[in-house]
């Protein structure tokens, strides 16, 4: 099977960083994807990492180790409208399916 | 270009009731997953048709079943609903099957099912 966690939910100030740290455990890995989830919609696509290194797409990174089962997903210059869920998914290379953690909810304050 | 789109985007049964979900996958992606998300927790994986093939099945009983169409969009259907068969299901689209390196899932809206 699969495990992967997640932290269940955190808090930032709009302007400051915050990190979302994934780990996980699997054979046969075949990539990370990062989701965007605002309450009640669909999850959105972030990022996708199936080499180690640190990928950027404007204020969001996401960064992968695979000797370590471990990504985070990097948000900078916080505004409110980041407010949401944020989820981690492991693709193996057998399955044709993600696994999804359950998921980081983050309150972005004033 | 059109997204991934569901139809219904919200549906109430009565439990024992079937249910007929559609998806629509982008266009030029020919592999169409569907999960199951129950509110506050993260999707779960119930199958995925590659080519109009089942590629994968999750863990989830035999009252559940898809086919994908020639026009590679797909149907999920769920019969004798149960209470706890409420939750928001997605269809997430990809060119490839998902198996494949450098393949990419895209979401739809959702349909939100409620059985009462």
């Known amino acids: 099977g699969q495990n992967i966690d997640q932290p269940t939910e955190m808090t930032a100030t709009e302007g400051a960083i915050v990190q979302i740290n994934c780990t996980y455990q699997t054979s046969g890995f075949n990539g990370l994807f990062w989701y965007q989830q605002h309450a009640g919609e669909a999850p959105t696509f972030l990022s996708y990492n199936v080499l180690d290194g640190l990928e950027e797409k404007g204020r969001f990174s996401s960064f992968l180790s695979r000797s370590k089962g471990y990504s985070y997903l990097l948000l900078k210059e916080l505004q409110m409208k980041d407010s949401a869920s944020y989820l981690c998914?492991?693709?193996?290379?057998?399955?044709?399916?993600?696994?999804f953690g359950g998921g980081t909810r983050v309150l972005v304050k004033p | 270009d059109a997204g991934v789109t569901q139809s219904p985007t919200h549906l109430i049964k009565t439990r024992g009731q079937h249910v007929t979900l559609r998806c629509s996958p982008i266009?030029?992606?020919?592999?169409v997953s569907w999960y199951q998300q129950v509110l506050g927790q993260g999707p779960q994986f119930i199958f995925q048709y590659y080519e109009k093939e089942e590629r994968g099945r999750g863990n989830f009983p035999d009252r559940f079943s898809a086919r994908q169409f020639p026009n590679y969009s797909s149907e999920l259907n769920v019969n004798a609903l149960l209470l706890g068969d409420s939750a928001l299901y997605l269809c997430?689209?990809?060119?490839?099957?998902?198996?494949?390196?450098?393949?990419?899932?895209?979401f739809g809206q959702g349909t939100r099912l409620t059985v009462v």
């Open positions: 266009s030029g992606h020919k592999s």
């Open positions: 998914a492991v693709k193996k290379a057998a399955g044709n399916k993600l696994t």
């Open positions: 997430a689209s990809s060119f490839r099957a998902l198996s494949s390196l450098n393949t990419e899932a895209f």
